[in-house]
């Protein structure tokens, strides 16, 4: 066999033939951790969405779903890249207009929705994460302001045209991977934005603490992520301008609870770029 070591008296010790496969760098370690986290993950009752980016031979993107009839992606503009490793693909949007669209349904209970991103630069005052495309009660969205010093910020539609605003404890920083996670409960009240795993303790005003999240449905419905498409944008006559993201994102998840501070930390603990993050 060529795996073992040999001794002979006229070759003396030979030993076994290796290539670069045999020794896995920690990228290819966190990105054989990462699909063992989607195979498990897929198997969630409550998964509304999982997208890892990846694109079928048609070039719809993969969505896994435990729902009856997973939601459809419909990507604009954006890019195929490469992504968190060398072997996964991401979508980079660098245009106005470049987004992700897709339903997440309506009267949640509960939502969590979380994503992957990289930032390239901030090219307006507010740039769009995840938002939904009709701004009523119980829509959101999920963003990053420089009035907020780049803090992400995660807002959801009340029936009297006010909202509940979460801000990340911390800014997020370009050039870097981020995972961004928005937790909602209308049962706990619970409205919290995790960046990194940090839970969000932030507000950019004078006001204590957050504003709990009443007992209205939660309905984000058709989201564009990376963009804001409001479909009834006539009605703001100009004043909410562009909120085009500038970057990478590589994966985006939805489920219908509220995940725990552990499981967002396990998220974060398999999907890291590198054992060393952040640094």
Same mark, same amino acid.
């Given at each position: 066999s060529n795996d073992a070591l040999r001794i002979s008296a006229s070759e003396g010790v030979t030993a076994?033939?290796?290539?670069?496969?045999?020794?896995?760098?920690?990228?290819?370690?966190?990105?054989?951790?990462?699909?063992?986290?989607?195979?498990?993950?897929?198997?969630?009752?409550?998964?509304?969405?999982?997208?890892?980016?990846?694109?079928?031979?048609?070039?719809?993107?993969?969505?896994? %779903?435990?729902?009856?009839?997973?939601? &459809? !992606?419909?990507?604009?503009?954006?890019?195929?890249?490469? @992504?968190?490793?060398?072997?996964k693909e991401a979508l980079l949007f660098d245009q106005d207009g470049d987004r992700l669209e897709l339903d997440l349904g309506k009267n949640h209970e509960e939502l969590t929705i979380a994503m992957w991103v990289k930032a390239d630069r901030w090219d307006y005052p507010r740039t769009a994460l995840a938002t939904s495309n009709i701004w009523g009660p119980g829509a959101l969205h999920l963003q990053t302001s420089r009035r907020a010093a780049w803090r992400v910020h995660g807002s959801v539609r009340l029936p009297d045209r006010t909202s509940v605003d979460t801000y990340s404890a911390d800014r997020m920083e370009l050039g870097r991977w981020c995972h961004v996670a928005y937790?909602?409960?209308?049962?706990?009240?619970? %409205?919290?934005?995790?960046?990194?795993? &940090? !839970?969000?303790?932030?507000?950019?005003?004078?006001?204590? @603490?957050?504003?709990?999240?009443?007992?209205?449905?939660?309905?984000?419905?058709?989201?564009?992520?990376?963009?804001?498409?409001?479909?009834?944008?006539?009605?703001?006559?100009?004043?909410?301008?562009?909120?085009?993201?500038?970057?990478?994102?590589?994966?985006?998840?939805?489920?219908?609870?509220?995940?725990?501070?552990?499981?967002?930390?396990?998220?974060?603990?398999c999907g890291r770029p590198r054992f060393l993050w952040p640094e």
């Open positions: 076994p033939r290796t290539s670069a496969e045999d020794f896995p760098d920690t990228r290819a370690i966190g990105f054989t951790q990462w699909q063992l986290w989607c195979d498990k993950i897929t198997q969630d009752p409550d998964l509304i969405a999982h997208l890892p980016m990846e694109r079928r031979r048609k070039g719809r993107l993969v969505v896994a %779903s435990a729902l009856a009839e997973a939601p &459809v !992606a419909k990507v604009t503009g954006a890019r195929q890249v490469t @992504g968190r490793w060398p072997g937790v909602l409960s209308k049962r706990s009240g619970q %409205s919290q934005v995790f960046l990194n795993g &940090v !839970a969000s303790q932030y507000r950019p005003d004078d006001r204590a @603490g957050a504003k709990a999240l009443p007992n209205i449905p939660i309905n984000p419905g058709r989201v564009s992520i990376g963009d804001w498409r409001w479909e009834n944008a006539r009605l703001t006559r100009g004043k909410s301008g562009p909120k085009g993201f500038r970057g990478r994102i590589d994966e985006f998840i939805a489920f219908r609870r509220a995940l725990s501070h552990q499981e967002i930390e396990e998220m974060i603990s």
